[in-house]
């Protein structure tokens, strides 16, 4: 599976994308036609997994923020206050998000994609080797 590539035109996205997203009601069938169209292998998440998506916590880092900045500085615009709030979250932060839900992606794959489960059959069997036991 390959990343997104920031900047990068569609048609030279690295192949194989995986868009990984909720069930949220703000996701519609017509923009999933169009992602599967361009190439894109759409992996709905099963609910209840927070843990598996990777904007949650940076979710909750803004939200956070903007507590704060409303209780300390009422007098801010409304606006001004969301916009402060998303960029006092350091790009380094967001980036961990993303790296620890793929680390939990992987680790959960298993579980997620075997006989009876949420997303069976959605990816082509993946070659596991074992390594052989260490003396």
Request: charged share 20%; no cysteine; aromatic share 8%.
């Amino acid at each position: 599976m390959n990343g997104y590539v920031p900047g990068a035109l569609w048609e030279d996205q690295p192949p194989h994308r995986v868009l990984l997203y909720d069930n949220a009601s703000v996701h519609n069938p017509v923009a999933d036609e169009i992602l599967t169209l361009n190439g894109a292998l759409l992996l709905h998440l099963p609910p209840y997994s927070p843990n598996l998506s990777s904007i949650e916590p940076t979710f909750a880092d803004y939200k956070r923020n903007v507590r704060d900045l409303t209780y300390h500085h009422p007098e801010l615009p409304d606006r001004l206050t969301h916009v402060l709030a998303f960029a006092s979250i350091p790009l380094a932060t967001t980036q961990g998000h993303y790296r620890e839900a793929r680390r939990e992606l992987w680790r959960h794959l298993p579980e997620l994609t075997g006989p009876g489960r949420p997303l069976q059959g959605v990816l082509p069997p993946l070659p596991i080797e074992l390594a052989p036991p260490q003396p």
